[in-house]
C-alpha cells in the first residue's frame, strides 16, 4: 500500500509537529514541502500527517485554545504493568458514523459491494484494511451506497460491530459439498458489513491469517459465498470491489459462472496493493469452487508465467483476477509504472493496460485525527501540539524508555522527551527493507536517538538495548499511539527508494537528528505547512468513482 505522501507497501503514517519521514521518493512533493536540504540519494521529507491533517469535519478545531485538550489525571504506565497500555479497554472502536455535511455529493450514485479479506480496525493485518474503509467512507461521504464483505473470522471482536445480527442462512458450494453459511449484517465505522460464517472450520482461529484451515480454499470459498450471496438476495450493485489474490478468483466465478445466472449488472474492479502476493493455486484447488481449474491454465487466463514447462504447472489467483476484472487499479501511478516493467506479471498487466489504472492511497482524516482519537491519552492538533509531547512521554514511560519524570500541569519537565524517537511499524520481512531496519537500529543508538519498532516477523527478533524496543506483534491501538509519539517515521520498503544501501539511510537519520535538534523552529513551521495538504480519501474516492463509471452498466 502506498501512503499519500510518503511510501509504497506500509500502514497510514500520522504526524504532527516535529516528525518527518526517512527516504527518498521517486514521486516527490511539490517545492514548498521539500527540505531544502535534500540533495542525496536519501531524502528527509515533512511527513503529511493523517493523525494531524484538519479535514473538513475538525477545522473548526483551529480555532480552539489549548485548554481544549486538556487531559485531566494522566495514569502513566509501566514496562512493569500487568496488562499493557494498549491493551487498556478503550470506549468505543471505529469513528463517528456521521457524514460530513459539506462534502458534494456525487450526481449519479451507484451501489458498490467490497469484497474484502480485511477491514480496520476489525480485522486488519495492514494496510489492505485501511485502504477499505477508507475509500468506502469516502464514497458513503459522496452519496454512494456501499457494502462491505468480510469473512467472519472468529479473532473479530463482536463488540466492536453496531447493531450484528443474521440476516441469511443459505448454502454456498465447495469441494463437492453445499456447505450451511450464515451472513450477519453490522455497521462498523458508519459502514455496512456483510459477514460471512461457514458452518465449517474456515476462518477459525486467534488471527486473521494463519489459522488451521486452508487459507487458499477458504478463500476460494469465500469468493463463492459472496457472490452465492447476492445471488440468493437478489443483490444486484453496480460494482463488486475486490481486492488482492484473496478475492482474485471471484472475478472468474462471476464472469463464468454467475453472470450466466442471475447477477447481469455488476462490474468488476480489482485493486492490487502487494504485487508480492500471488495467489499460487493448483488447477485441482481452484476446481474445488465448481470451476474447472484445468481451463485457466493458459498464458491468456491464470497460469503462473513462473511454473510454465514444470511438472506440475500451477495457477496465479492475482493474474486470474487481473485478467477477468473490468478494470484493475494499483496503488499509485509510480508503482503502476514500476510493475509494468519488472516482476513476473508485467507482461500480463502490460496486455491489460487499457484497463489498468494508478491512484494514489488517501488517509482517513477521521480515523487518524489526533483531535479526537479514542487511543491517545492526550489530544492534540497542528495549533495545539502540547498533547503530542504528553503521547510521547506516556508512550516511553509504557516502554521503559524514559524515567519517572516531573510535570507542570499538562507540561512535561523530565528532558527524555527531548530525545528524539524514531518510529517503524511494517512487517519485518525482506521486502520492507529488513536489512536497513537492522542496521537502523545500530545508528540510531550511535546517535542518542531512541527507537520503537512494531511488526511481525518469523523469526525470532527481541528488544536491543536500553533505546530499542522491537514488539513482535500487530496492534491497532499500538500503531496509533506509536505514530502519535514518533518524531521521525521510517519506512525502507523496497522499490520505493533509490540507493537502498545503508550508508544512504545513514546519511538520511544523521541529516534528520541533526535537523531536529538543531533547528526545531524550521522543522516545526516544514510540518505544519504539510499538514495543511489535503491527502484525504475524498480525492482518491473521485478517481476511483470516474473508474467505476467507466466500466459500470445500466440495465
Not at 128 to 157: K, N, W
Not at 413 to 425: E, W
Request: proline share 4%.
Amino acid at each position: 500500500m502506498e501512503c499519500a505522501t510518503v511510501c509504497k507497501l506500509c500502514s497510514p503514517i500520522l504526524s504532527s509537529p516535529r516528525s518527518a519521514v526517512v527516504g527518498k521518493r521517486k514521486q516527490q512533493l511539490s517545492n514548498h514541502t521539500k527540505f531544502k536540504f535534500c540533495y542525496s540519494k536519501f531524502k528527509i521529507q515533512a511527513l503529511h500527517s493523517a493523525q494531524t491533517h484538519l479535514s473538513s469535519e475538525v477545522a473548526a478545531e483551529k480555532s480552539q485554545s489549548s485548554t481544549d485538550f486538556a487531559i485531566g489525571e494522566l495514569v502513566w504506565p509501566s514496562p512493569s504493568d500487568e496488562i499493557p497500555f494498549w491493551k487498556k479497554d478503550f470506549s468505543s472502536w471505529g469513528v463517528n458514523p456521521e457524514v460530513p455535511v459539506d462534502i458534494k455529493k456525487d450526481s449519479d450514485p451507484m451501489h458498490i459491494i467490497h469484497i474484502t479479506a480485511e477491514m480496520a480496525p476489525i480485522a486488519k493485518v495492514g494496510g489492505l484494511g485501511d485502504v477499505v474503509t477508507g475509500l468506502a467512507r469516502a464514497c458513503l461521504s459522496r452519496g454512494h451506497t456501499v457494502d462491505i464483505m468480510l469473512p467472519f473470522y472468529e479473532c473479530i471482536q463482536k463488540q466492536q460491530i453496531k447493531d450484528l445480527e443474521l440476516v441469511t442462512t443459505y448454502n454456498s458450494y465447495h469441494d463437492g459439498n453445499w456447505i450451511q453459511t450464515n451472513a450477519y449484517h453490522g455497521v462498523v465505522s458508519g459502514i455496512s458489513v456483510i459477514f460471512i460464517e461457514p458452518a465449517n472450520q474456515f476462518f477459525k482461529g486467534q488471527n486473521v491469517y494463519g489459522g488451521s484451515f486452508n487459507e487458499l480454499e477458504a478463500y476460494l470459498f469465500f469468493s463463492r459465498a459472496s457472490l452465492e450471496w447476492m445471488q440468493v438476495t437478489g443483490a444486484q450493485p453496480d460494482i463488486i470491489h475486490v481486492h488482492e489474490w484473496q478475492t482474485g478468483a471471484l472475478p472468474l466465478l462471476y464472469w463464468d459462472m454467475y453472470h450466466n445466472l442471475s447477477l447481469k449488472k455488476p462490474r468488476l474492479v480489482l485493486t492490487i496493493h502487494n504485487m508480492e502476493h500471488y495467489g499460487e493455486c493448483t488447477k485441482e484447488q481452484l476446481s474445488k469452487s465448481g470451476l474447472d481449474g484445468f481451463i485457466y491454465a493458459t498464458i491468456e487466463k491464470a497460469v503462473d508465467d513462473r511454473t510454465i514447462g514444470h511438472n506440475p504447472e500451477r495457477l496465479s489467483l492475482l493474474k486470474g483476477g487481473i485478467v477477468y476484472s473490468n478494470a484493475v487499479v494499483t496503488v499509485s501511478p509510480t508503482y503502476l509504472k514500476e510493475t509494468l516493467c519488472t516482476g513476473w506479471l508485467a507482461s500480463t498487466l502490460i496486455r491489460n493496460r487499457d484497463k489498468y489504472f494508478g491512484i494514489l492511497n488517501g488517509i482517513d482524516t477521521a480515523m487518524w485525527n489526533p483531535a479526537t482519537d479514542i487511543f491517545l491519552p492526550a489530544k492534540f492538533n497542528a495549533q495545539n501540539p502540547e498533547g503530542k509531547k504528553l503521547c510521547k512521554y506516556y508512550v516511553q514511560r509504557g516502554l521503559g524508555l524514559a524515567s519517572e519524570g516531573i510535570l507542570d500541569g499538562n507540561h512535561v519537565l523530565d528532558m527524555t522527551h527531548k530525545v528524539p524517537l524514531v518510529v517503524c511499524i511494517t512487517r519485518l520481512v525482506p521486502q520492507k527493507g529488513l536489512h536497513l531496519i537492522s542496521h537502523a537500529i545500530k545508528r540510531v543508538e550511535e546517535l542518542g536517538a531512541q527507537m520503537v519498532i512494531l511488526g511481525k516477523t518469523s523469526d525470532g527478533r527481541h528488544n536491543q538495548g536500553p533505546s530499542i524496543r522491537i514488539l513482535l506483534m500487530f496492534s491497532e491501538e499500538l500503531s496509533h499511539l506509536l505514530y502519535a509519539a514518533a518524531d521521525i517515521v521510517l519506512v525502507p520498503s523496497m522499490f520505493v527508494f533509490e540507493g537502498i544501501d545503508e550508508g544512504s539511510l545513514d546519511s538520511a537519520l544523521d541529516r534528520a537528528l541533526a535537523h531536529y535538534r538543531q533547528k526545531p523552529d524550521e522543522w516545526n513551521g516544514i510540518v505544519q505547512k504539510v499538514m495543511e495538504l489535503d491527502n484525504s480519501w475524498n480525492n482518491t474516492a473521485g478517481k476511483y468513482i470516474e473508474v467505476y463509471n467507466s466500466v459500470r452498466v445500466r440495465l
